[in-house]
Nanobody
Framework: QVQLVESGGDLVQPGGSLRLSCAAS????????MGWYRQAPGKQRELVAT???????NYVDSVKGRFTISRDAAKNTMYLQMNSLKFEDTAVYYC?????????????????WGQGTQVTVSS
């Protein structure tokens, strides 16, 4: 069973920065896609950013230019650098790894989630 462990959430003032980490229990390049999602109180979980095994990144419009997703293969860790934080970035941030694999001629899907880390932007 794959484990994803997030860390780095904190209370920060508007305009501040945080870096979230997601440590995986196996090579992060074994996953087709890794990403960060967030869920604010009373709202649905939404995509924040993703990165494919090939390094292609994707961001939700609201964080483009402010957030950067990256990976460190040696540490089996994915990061989310968050700059110029806004009140509306307050949420629980979740790490995700998903994709497909083949076993005995059959394709299977996997979809792993971390436990989440709280980010609160407040003055």
């Amino acid at each position: 069973q794959v484990q994803l462990v997030e860390s780095g959430g904190d209370l920060v003032q508007p305009g501040g920065s945080l870096r979230l980490s997601c440590a995986a229990s196996r090579s992060i390049f074994s996953f087709d896609t890794m990403g960060w999602y967030r869920q604010a109180p009373g709202k649905q979980r939404e995509l924040v950013a993703t990165v494919t095994s090939g390094g292609r990144t994707n961001y939700v419009d609201s964080v483009k230019g402010r957030f950067t997703i990256s990976r460190d293969a040696a540490k089996n860790t994915m990061y989310l650098q968050m700059n110029s934080l806004k009140f509306e970035d307050t949420a629980v941030y979740y790490c995700n790894a998903r994709g497909t694999y083949h076993y005995i001629g059959t394709e299977h899907e996997y979809d792993y989630w971390g436990q989440g880390t709280q980010v609160t932007v407040s003055s």
